[in-house]
């Protein structure tokens, strides 16, 4: 069975920085692709930053400059470091991990991130 926990969300002031952490953890396994999406009240969930095996990074513009993804692939873990943050980053953050040779993702349960004006 494969869990995936997020950590490191809260509540910071505009410009003000957080870093996210997820592990995964479970049976024997390989992560292809780690990502990190969000989701705002009444807003669907959408892309911020994924990182492959290999270390090759997407970003979702509103979030280039800004944040910065980075894993630890002998832990299962990703990492999401989140600088000069806005009141529209505010949102819950979830983690998405997709295990080579599994068509289906696995998804954690979610962390709150609210950035204050």
């Known amino acids: 069975q494969v869990q995936v926990v997020e950590s490191g969300g809260g509540l910071v002031q505009a410009g003000g920085s957080l870093r996210l952490s997820c592990a995964a953890s479970g049976s024997r396994f390989s992560i292809n692709v780690m990502g990190w999406y969000r989701q705002a009240l009444g807003i669907e969930r959408e892309l911020v930053a994924s990182i492959t095996y290999g270390g090759t990074t997407n970003y979702a513009d509103s979030v280039k400059g800004r944040f910065t993804i980075s894993r630890d692939n002998a832990k299962n873990t990703v990492y999401l470091q989140m600088n000069s943050l806005k009141p529209d980053d505010t949102a819950v953050y979830y983690c998405?991990?997709?295990?080579?040779?599994?068509?289906?993702?696995?998804w954690g349960q979610g962390t709150q991130v609210t950035v204050s004006s």
């Open positions: 998405q991990i997709r295990i080579t040779g599994l068509t289906y993702p696995y």
